[in-house]
């Protein structure tokens, strides 16, 4: 209970990280994404498939390096996603998010399904929970109309940012310890609080 | 619809960052398709995921990188999909949970007249996956788990002590949790085990020697 009141204290005096307009260009980036999208799915348009492309490819190809995927491996991958964006524009749901998030969830399942067909085994991150079971399992009855509303937001960002680094940009504890220039026992206590924090998110609030 | 069994936070972390394979892959993401709650989790997990592409530097892509992929295209090259290669159960398990899959027709193995089970061909190492049938009023006698069980509910229902388990839930056991189910309508399970259950009733000895 203690870290609850703790975390809220936290929010109350943390100061605001994002200032108005990079949220602001943020989201008008996006929707130039979205423009760009839409202009592939409903007329093929090669220009804004292009410029979706030289934005995003050379990331991509980062994002399947950092997988621990050779170059050539990195292409061929980049260019099987690209083929996706270019066949399924139609599928993106504008209303649901930022564009490099549908492109990121395309990599990714690229590189799953990549690392199933040449029997690969899919790098896991440590887990932090008590028991080191594959999964905890949780139960919870949600009260009705309970909404799941952006809940990423209400992590202190000191948690948020080791959970980027560590689920998503691929680092081991220590190299995020490294990169953030705290102790591996710090990144380790952020992670668990995160998890907690989450946990407690999921069920409908701190 | 939401369900009131769920994986744990830290396992739709693993599954957005594309940690994981195989059953359990298979079984969040089929819980997703039942739970709008995890699923917008997970898709807010993605965003994470999204974020980070966008702050990644750039690879230099190979010469004439676009205009390789516009020919690709325009052949219409194969390309394979992201769920063509799924193995076969994995596409009929979703069947089932969609309620299109015809289950009565598949090959059930009868163990009882009121319990049956396909045993599934897995690659993960170190689990056993198996379709379970249990009809209705059907009670599995008390049992623990030897390691650690995982059951997806394709459809129908059970309960044990802890509550009830319907379409959609994910129920987590080890060892520590003994428990004794009961169908409380035709129900459909995808269970996967570490290690076979480890029956501790009167008939736990023989259980154990006939089912495993």
Redesign the interface.
């Known amino acids: 209970m203690s870290n609850v009141v703790a975390l809220k204290n936290y929010k109350a005096s943390s100061p605001v990280l994002e200032q108005p307009s990079s949220v602001d260009n943020k989201q008008v980036q996006n929707q130039f994404w979205i423009d760009c999208l839409i202009k592939v799915a409903k007329t093929q348009d090669?220009a804004s498939f292009?410029t979706l492309?030289?934005h995003?490819?050379?990331?991509?190809?980062?994002?399947f390096?950092?997988q621990g995927l050779s170059?050539q491996e990195?292409?061929e991958l980049?260019?099987?996603t690209?083929?996706?964006v270019?066949?399924y524009a139609d599928y993106f749901e504008a209303n649901?998010?930022?564009?490099?998030?549908?492109?990121?969830?395309?990599?990714?399942?690229?590189?799953?399904?990549y690392?199933?067909?040449t029997n690969r085994?899919?790098?896991?991150?440590e887990?932090?929970?008590e028991?080191i079971?594959?999964?905890?399992?949780?139960?919870?009855?949600?009260r009705m109309g309970q909404?799941?509303t952006?809940?990423?937001p209400q992590l202190p960002e000191e948690q948020?940012e080791v959970?980027?680094k560590v689920?998503?940009?691929e680092l081991s504890h220590q190299k995020a310890a490294d990169a953030l220039n705290i102790t591996l026992g710090t990144v380790k206590g952020r992670i668990r609080s995160a998890?907690n924090n989450?946990?407690k998110l999921?069920r409908g609030g701190l | 619809m939401s369900c009131n069994h769920h994986p744990a936070v830290e396992s739709l972390l693993q599954h957005a960052s594309g940690k994981t394979s195989g059953l359990q892959h298979l079984m969040i993401r089929l819980h997703c398709k039942v739970c709008d709650h995890c699923d917008k989790v997970v898709t807010e997990f993605e965003s994470l995921g999204g974020e980070t592409l966008e702050s990644l530097s750039d690879t230099p892509l190979q010469v004439g990188a676009f205009q390789a992929l516009m020919k690709r295209i325009q052949s219409n090259a194969d390309v394979t999909e992201v769920d063509s290669n799924r193995s076969d159960y994995a596409h009929l398990i979703e069947k089932i949970l969609g309620r299109e899959g015809k289950a009565d027709k598949l090959n059930w193995h009868w163990r009882t007249k009121r319990f049956a089970e396909i045993p599934l061909p897995t690659e993960d190492k170190g689990f056993d996956a198996k379709l379970i049938y249990f009809k209705k009023g059907m009670k599995v006698p008390r049992h623990t788990h030897r390691d650690k069980e995982y059951t997806l509910v394709l459809s129908g229902a059970f309960s044990d002590d802890s509550g009830e388990y319907k379409r959609g839930d994910y129920v987590y056991k080890t060892s520590h949790d003994e428990h004794s189910p009961v169908a409380t309508s035709d129900c459909i399970c995808l269970a996967v085990t570490t290690q076979p259950l480890k029956f501790t009733g009167t008939f736990g000895p023989v259980l154990n020697w006939f089912l495993n």
């Open positions: 090669q292009q492309f030289a995003f490819a050379p990331k991509i190809k980062t994002f390096v950092k170059m990195a292409e980049m260019q099987e690209f083929i996706s270019w066949r649901k998010g930022q564009v490099s998030t549908w492109i990121y969830t395309i990599a990714r399942n690229k590189k799953l399904d690392y199933r067909k085994q899919v790098n896991t991150t887990m932090v929970s028991d079971a594959v999964d905890a399992g949780e139960q919870f009855d949600l909404e799941v952006a809940f990423l948020l959970i980027q689920y998503f940009e998890v989450l946990s999921m």
